[in-house]
């Protein structure tokens, strides 16, 4: 529950930027990380990402457990273009195997160096969406899409989707709990056929509770629309500082 929270967005400069100007950076500075061609830019943005996170207080297992996942695929991405892309070969050597002679890896100097370049631009998007997530409460951030006229369907499936998650997280909690006092997962078997018995429960209780809540919603007059945040005037420091930041990583990016 505690990576879902919002627990740890303290008061800083940061957290009291308007959302419309945090949003609109990060997508400008998403844009060049990801048109990049090389590692300077990305691991530079990543770079300034972890400070403001160390900055802002992120706690270390939440900063941990939302950068795990894109490590993995970063680190996955490396070693498939390191022995599958390239043409200079940077190493070879075979392996004996039960079903063939012998299984030969190679490494490719030009794949690996690709798969760094992709790498780098994974982990740079990920720490400029973390920076937005840490400092950024849900609702700002959702009314910053709906100002910036994202779709209204996008908008509501959002909302209720954050809504609903602690629910399904708690419901899920009583179920694993309760799977593991009756050594539910003393085993790999057992704990497969205890996962697929709490993945389903889930799987029904979202349904029933979509017909519950959809009826309560239309009896109370529910139309669409969603009430948000009202926007504030844009402050002049706020933008005239967005500015200059992007310009100094614009800067960067075209050398």
Not at 4 to 17: H, L
Not at 61 to 71: A, H, N, Q, T
Not at 245 to 254: D, L, N, Q, Y
Request: hydrophobic share 55%; aromatic share 12%.
């Amino acid at each position: 529950m505690e990576l879902f929270s919002e627990y740890f967005k303290k008061d800083n400069v940061i957290a009291r930027i308007d959302a419309r100007v945090k949003l609109l950076v990060a997508l400008v500075l998403l844009a060049m990380v990801l048109s990049y061609k090389g590692f300077v830019f990305p691991l530079l943005i990543l770079g300034i990402s972890l400070a403001l996170c160390i900055w802002i207080r992120v706690p270390l297992r939440v900063f941990l457990m939302r950068f795990s996942e894109p490590v993995f695929i970063a680190s996955v991405i490396v070693v498939l273009k390191l022995l599958f892309a390239g043409d200079d070969v940077f190493f070879s050597f075979s392996l004996p195997t039960a079903h063939f002679p012998l299984l030969t890896l190679t490494g490719h100097r030009d794949g690996v160096m690709e798969g760094l370049q992709i790498a780098s631009r994974i982990l740079g998007a990920v720490a400029i969406v973390a920076v937005m997530g840490f400092s950024t409460p849900f609702t700002e951030f959702v009314s910053a899409l709906s100002w910036m006229k994202a779709p209204k369907g996008f908008i509501e499936i959002l909302m209720f989707a954050y809504r609903y998650i602690f629910v399904f997280m708690e419901d899920a909690m009583v179920v694993y709990n309760a799977q593991k006092n009756r050594l539910g997962y003393t085993s790999i078997r057992r704990g497969l056929s205890s996962f697929g018995t709490l993945a389903g429960s889930l799987i029904l209780k979202a349904f029933e509770n979509s017909q519950h809540i959809t009826t309560a919603m239309i009896q109370r007059g529910y139309d669409g629309n969603v009430p948000l945040l009202k926007h504030k005037p844009f402050s002049a420091a706020e933008i005239v500082v967005s500015i200059l930041i992007v310009t100094a990583m614009g800067f960067v990016w075209k050398i």
